[in-house]
């Protein structure tokens, strides 16, 4: 897989871990390229834990919000808190395209959509995708064959083509559902707990103790590491916290 700091393609492990209240309380390694497909696993490993282990609500940056992992979380309901990759330029008023699906004004009845230039944007065909782990997504795909001459055409249409846009209908209705919660209150401050409570097991994992690399080759074996450096940070913070109110107490 790529290496986040040179782009680099070597042999490598994807780690996740999941925390609460600075705790680690779930982890897991794949060979999985992308937070995003890592995710499923992860979550279920949790899964076989037990019923009491699965969390109330999830929260997760832009790199864990896809359709598959909605309907994960959805199917274990759990309140999703995942962000999706476009959230925050939702969110900036001076970021609206006017040429983008979101924005374009859609005709219900027959099932189109109206670009700037008043051209139909007409329903075609469907798409089906199955992921690796056997999901399978439908897409919706919407072609306009009148953008020839169209003054707004460079800017509208990226191709020499056609103008096309793909539509997954599940996956919107999930973001639709995840950028209600996380534009709550709840989900503005478990956006702003989000970075202090998982980074901070990644920076004392790199910064403190200097470790930047699997010592063991072989998933089973990368496994068993990652478990022990998770329950020696937990018995750290353990530590820290009962060191703390042994001298408030003292």
Request: charged share 30%; proline share 3%.
């Amino acid at each position: 897989m790529r290496m986040k700091n040179n782009d680099e393609l070597r042999p490598g492990y994807n780690l996740q871990v999941s925390s609460e209240n600075q705790f680690a309380v779930n982890y897991s390694v794949s060979q999985a390229p992308a937070d995003t497909s890592a995710f499923p696993q992860h979550l279920k490993k949790i899964e076989e834990r037990g019923k009491k282990y699965i969390p109330n609500n999830y929260v997760g940056d832009g790199g864990y919000g896809s359709e598959e992992n909605y309907y994960y979380l959805k199917k274990l309901k759990t309140k999703s808190y995942l962000k999706y990759n476009t959230f925050s330029s939702e969110l900036k008023l001076n970021t609206k395209d006017i040429f983008s699906k979101d924005n374009m004004q859609y005709d219900r009845e027959n099932d189109c959509f109206i670009c700037p230039a008043g051209k139909k944007i007409k329903y075609i065909r469907d798409s089906i995708t199955i992921t690796g782990r056997g999901y399978e997504s439908k897409t919706k795909v919407y072609e306009c064959h009148d953008c020839q001459g169209c003054m707004h055409a460079e800017k509208c249409n990226k191709s020499k083509d056609i103008k096309v846009l793909k539509i997954r209908p599940q996956l919107e209705k999930y973001k639709q559902q995840t950028k209600n919660n996380l534009i709550s209150k709840k989900g503005v401050k478990l956006r702003k707990k989000r970075g202090p409570e998982i980074e901070s097991f990644f920076g004392d994992l790199k910064m403190n103790q200097n470790y930047r690399r699997l010592r063991l080759r072989g998933l089973i074996k990368a496994q068993l590491e990652l478990g022990y450096h998770c329950i020696a940070y937990n018995l750290r913070k353990l530590h820290a916290i009962e060191l703390k109110r042994a001298t408030v107490t003292a």
